[in-house]
C-alpha cells in the first residue's frame, strides 16, 4: 500500500481542515510547493492536492499554486477541488496532473460520470466523501441522499481508475479511518480505493493496508502535526514493522 502525504491549498497557502469544516484552518506555510518539495525529499511515492477554495466555487481557484507544485516535484500528483467539467479535467492533465479527482458532479451526474472516465481512461479518481454512509458534496458542505455504497458502484462501473474514499468525521482528527465503512466500499467492487480520514499511527496504516482492495492512503493531519512521520508510515504500510 502506498503513502500519500495530503496538500490542501485554501487561498494560495498550504492548510490543514479538521472535518472539513472551513473554519476550523489551521496553516501549514505560505508555499504549497515549498510543502509538496518536502514530502518529495522525506520519500513521498505521490502527492494529493486539493483545491479547497475550487471545492466550494465549483470551479478552480488556485490554479497558480497547483501549477508550482506539478513543476517543483518529479511525482505524480493526483489533483481535486471543483472539478466539474470536460474542460477542467484536461487542463488539469495538461498543465501535469497524473489523475483527476472527481467529487461533487460525478456523485451527481452518472451521465457525466461515464463520459468522463470514457474520454480520459485511467486518468480519473471518483471521490467518495460520505457521512453517516451519505455523500457529501459541494465542499463536503451539502449532504446528499445518496449512499456511498451506490456512488462507488457507479463509478466502477463507469471505469473510473480509483475510489478515494473520505470518512468526513474522521478526516482531520486523527482518531483513525472508519475501517467498517471502508471494507464495505472496498468489498463492493474491483476498483481499486484510496482511503482517507483519521490516519495517525502506524497501528491505522497497518489495519488499513490489510483490507483487500485498498491500494493507498492518503496521510495529512498526522504529518503535518509530527504524530506520524511519512517513512514510519511507508514502512508500516510496507509491513517492515
Known sequence: MTIIPAV???GGRCVRLIQGRFEAETVYGGDPAAMAVRWAAEGAKRLHVVDLDGALAGEPRNQAAIAAIFKAVNLP???GGGV???KTVEAYL????A???LGTR???DPEFLREVCAHFPGKVIVAIDARDGRVAVKGWVEATDRSALDVAREASEAGAAALLYTDIARDGTQRGPNLDALAVVAHATATPVIASGGIASRDHVRAVARIDGVEAAIVGQALYQGTLTLRDATEAAEGMQ
Open 8 to 10: 490542501d491549498v485554501k
Open 77 to 79: 500528483v493526483q489533483v
Open 84 to 86: 466539474r467539467d470536460l
Open 94 to 97: 495538461e498543465a501535469g496532473a
Open 99 to 101: 489523475r483527476v479527482v
Open 106 to 108: 460525478a456523485a451527481l
